[in-house]
């Protein structure tokens, strides 16, 4: 039985990192958690065509070692040979999680030498989430820019009309005249007004600080 | 005075209808005498005209309002259109100038005397914010922390305290006080000290315009990593499967997943400088929106300016500080902490150590840009801008500092983590192929391990032995990296690896932004200030439409550093545009104000716009020791730019997953040449064609007499 382990090439070296992945609840490896594994690839092996008559003593288990690491086969007893390896390989992959989940393990402390696992794709969203917020933040940006354009242009507009609107009621004023008790106001004849310099008194020459 | 309904409450008003009456030609003659009188005196006018009623101007009432709007525009256009000339000194003229145009925008006399008027700093803490914002960017985050790990970390505060002493405050000082004396942007500013060195302000304002050409693409890179934190996992922790889903892609095995994302999702980046590729539309979109939030901020002016620059000088430290508390608890923070602060005194005597400190200081300030001339030109004359000076730039240098405490407790929590995972790698390497029992390796008996399997399995061991990486914590700190590097792939590899990574990550990158529109808030303002001043162009274009050119031409331009050979021109330009020229251009200033100027003249302009007298220290200063530290930084960068036989780049290997040095192609070197060249000759030039101008204007008029 040697010989058919150990460089045969359907021979695949498992390896456990049991302590790695529990800590404190590790468990110990013995025969009973091999008889589990040897069930585990057993059940593997009869998901796929034309192995539904595989038996849990048709796996071979050997050099289990303090790692642990061991090397199993699967044999074929009615024609005598080891299952080919890309039939195992195929059958392992496809049940790979219930494996991992049945001694707690997952894919980096379950390792199976020589078959790769596939491993799961990031999920993508239909849009990516970047786009989202980017498309908040632009159309935030826009709007502000937008506003204070129009926010701007309208005080322009305010200041342009002011000085005209000023010129317009001047002009109204012009031709009005107060009375006040039959007196017309503004006694000072504002026509003749000149200055008196009596009036500019010496602090207002100076200019405020 | 009852009767006219129109003439309370509204005192405006009552100076309005005080024009009614009498004929244009009284007023005419009113107005002359008017002027005449009050010559000198606007603001007398101003207030009067404005405040209260007045004897004087109740017996002259043609002289009420349209004379006081016609003195006050007047006036307002007096003291915009041209330079105030240096030679009118004392307050009395000079100084209500600008008020009197301010009050009588104030009094809605005129809006041509409101559009005239220089817009101003709501409060001096508005100016100091803007200040700060501008000089507190990511060269503080980036640069200071490598300097400090290469040159000796506690020792080199020793050469970086110094220097800021003489020549950063001194330097910070001297522009402030130019733009608020001034008060024009850079060009304006150099053509009234003498039109011959307008080419200064020109040769600023060219630079500015790189500046703002490549920096704001940094900003673009913090949108793009800010949007993208929003995903759980983030999206650079882990790598991409490769075609068949069987393992990780080669290029992300051979790198790390951050330098993956950085390079390959966020650059695309192409082998070499010469393969363009073409433009990548995620950091375009990304740069377009850069710029879009840059033109929110500058839409305004200093009206808007004046606001933002409230959060973007504050927040950062808001972030910097919740970081420091994160970044002191971290494991292994205290490692990087002691590693770097442990002073490291041989430095000293190291010339590149001081010419670092006093490099870091210069391009840390932001000395040269306009930026500075820029912004104190809005300030009230008689601000006191030396206390400002020296606020500013303690408050840059203890950034830096503060900054570099934060950058170092990453850097030791990042180097701790990655050398406990490459012990993990070399336990598990040892593990598996002696089939010892899990567990049985740990850090601590490695090394007795590793010796007794040396002795008992020696052909073995030495086969394993060549796999296995020589873990170093030493090794791990002393990887110095600066720029782009740190902020992108250095700090989001420690993110990555914290509880709540996204918080952190937000907050990080959000920061970055703060600090980065900061100092585009002041490269823009370099940029727009002259062209506002400019009656030329704003006569024609309001100021919205200007800002808007400006951003849509850097924004067009900008695109190239979105292709894939992108990065590459960006180090081109963050090494050579602006290193060399703003030396010369800042060295060019001191010499002007305190030669050509007159330090003196200086002096007593400072005396009388701020009522303090010069210190003996910022003259010597002044006239000395700056330029002398100016002009020996300047031979040293030539120096070392002529002996340096062949430019060179790092590039990206995406087989080998690092970086490759190569040569600069002979068009590269050519933009190289011309980016340096076309700051540096605006100045003889500009002076050159000045001198031409007054010759042919000089030889018109002597033909003409």
Sequence with gaps: MAKMFKGAENAFKVRLSIRTALGDKAYAWDTNEEYLFKAMVAFSMRKVANREKTEISHVLLCNVTQRVSFWFVVTDPSEKHTLPAVEVQEAIRMNRNRINNAFFLNDQTLEFLKIPSTLIPPTDPPVPIWIIIFGVIFCIVIVAIILLILSGIRQRRRKDKGPSEVDDTEDKCENTITIENGIPCDPLDTKGGHVNDAFMTEDERLTPL | ?705
């Design chain 2, 1 to 705: 005075m009852m009767g006219r309904g129109l003439r309370e409450p509204d005192h405006s008003k009552e100076l309005r209808t005080r024009h009614t009456g009498p004929t244009s030609s009284q007023r005419d003659r009113g107005a002359a005498l008017y002027l005449a009188i009050s010559g000198a005196f606007p603001a007398a006018v101003a207030r009067r005209g404005g405040a209260r009623r007045h004897p004087f101007t109740s017996l002259a009432p043609p002289t009420g309002a349209p004379l006081t709007r016609l003195a006050i525009k007047k006036r307002a256009s007096g003291s915009d259109a041209g330079h105030p000339r240096p030679s009118r000194t004392g307050r009395g003229a000079w100084r209500p100038r600008s008020k009197a145009a301010e009050r009588g925008a104030r009094a809605g006399a005129s809006s041509a005397a409101m559009e005239k008027a220089r817009p101003l700093w709501d409060n001096p803490l508005q100016f100091v914010f803007a200040c700060i914002s501008y000089a507190v960017g990511l060269g503080n985050v980036w640069r200071f922390p490598y300097l400090c790990q290469m040159y000796g970390g506690g020792s080199f505060l020793v050469p970086y305290l110094i220097m800021l002493i003489v020549e950063g405050m001194p330097l910070l000082y001297l522009e402030l006080a130019v733009g608020q004396r001034m008060r024009q942007g850079s060009i304006g500013a150099w053509r009234t000290i003498s039109p011959y060195l307008s080419g200064v302000g020109v040769a600023s304002v060219v630079v500015s315009f790189f500046l703002s050409m490549y920096y704001n693409v940094i900003n673009a890179w913090g949108f793009w990593y800010l949007f993208h934190s929003f995903q759980d996992p983030l999206p650079w922790s882990v790598c991409p499967l490769n075609g068949n889903r069987t393992g990780y892609d080669e290029e992300c095995e051979a790198a790390s997943s951050t330098q993956y994302f950085w390079y390959r999702k966020t650059l695309n980046i192409s082998p070499s400088i010469q393969e363009n590729g073409v433009v990548q539309w995620e950091p375009a979109l990304c740069l377009i929106l850069a710029w879009l939030l840059v033109y929110l901020c500058i839409l305004r002016g200093t009206e808007s300016t004046g606001k933002v620059v409230y959060f973007t000088a504050s927040l950062p430290y808001c972030v910097l500080f919740i970081y420091l508390i994160r970044g002191l608890t971290l494991h292994g923070a205290t490692n990087g902490l002691a590693y770097m602060f442990t002073p490291k005194m041989e430095q000293l005597a190291n010339p590149k150590a001081w010419i670092n400190a006093a490099t870091q200081i210069f391009f840390s300030l932001g000395l040269g840009f306009g930026s500075l001339i820029a912004f104190a030109s809005y300030n009230e004359p008689s601000n006191n801008c030396q206390k400002h000076a020296i606020i500013v730039s303690l408050i840059n240098s203890s950034t830096s500092i503060f900054a570099s405490i934060v950058t170092f407790s990453i850097y030791g929590f990042k180097a701790t983590f990655n050398y406990e995972t490459c012990l993990n790698k070399v336990i598990l390497l040892l593990t598996n192929s002696f089939d010892l029992e899990d567990g049985f390796v740990t850090a601590s008996n490695l090394e007795q391990v590793k010796g007794y399997l040396a002795s008992a399995y020696p052909s073995k061991y030495s086969e394993v032995f060549l796999q296995m990486k020589n873990c170093s914590l030493e090794s791990e700190l002393s990887t110095a990296v600066q720029g782009t590097g740190l902020a992108f792939i250095v700090y989001s590899e420690a993110i990555k690896n914290m509880e709540v990574s996204q918080l952190w990550s937000v907050l990080y990158f959000f920061m970055l932004l703060m600090l980065g529109m900061g100092s585009m808030l002041g490269n823009t303002a370099a940029i727009l200030t002259p062209l506002t001043d400019s009656k030329v162009i704003s006569s024609r274009l309001p100021k919205e439409a200007i800002s808007g050119l400006l951003c849509l031409v850097s924004c067009a331009i900008g695109m190239v550093f979105t292709m894939e050979s992108g990065n590459y021109w960006f180090d081109i330009f963050n090494d050579y545009a602006a290193t060399l020229s703003l030396l010369l251009i800042v060295l060019v200033e001191t010499l002007a104000v305190c030669y050509l100027y007159g330090l003196r003249r200086f002096e007593s302009d400072l005396k009388a716009m701020t009522g303090r007298t010069l210190n003996w220290y910022w003259k010597i200063m002044w006239a000395g020791v700056s330029p002398l530290l100016i002009i020996s930084l300047f031979v040293f960068y030539l120096s070392d730019y002529i002996l340096s036989e062949a430019l060179q780049y790092q590039a990206w290997d995406a087989s080998q997953g690092q970086l490759v040095t190569k040569n600069y192609p002979p068009h590269a070197l050519a933009v190289i040449g011309l980016l340096v060249a076309s700051s540096i000759m605006c100045i003889p030039l500009v002076a050159l064609g000045m001198f031409i101008m007054r010759r042919l204007r000089r030889a018109d008029t002597a033909s003409v007499a």
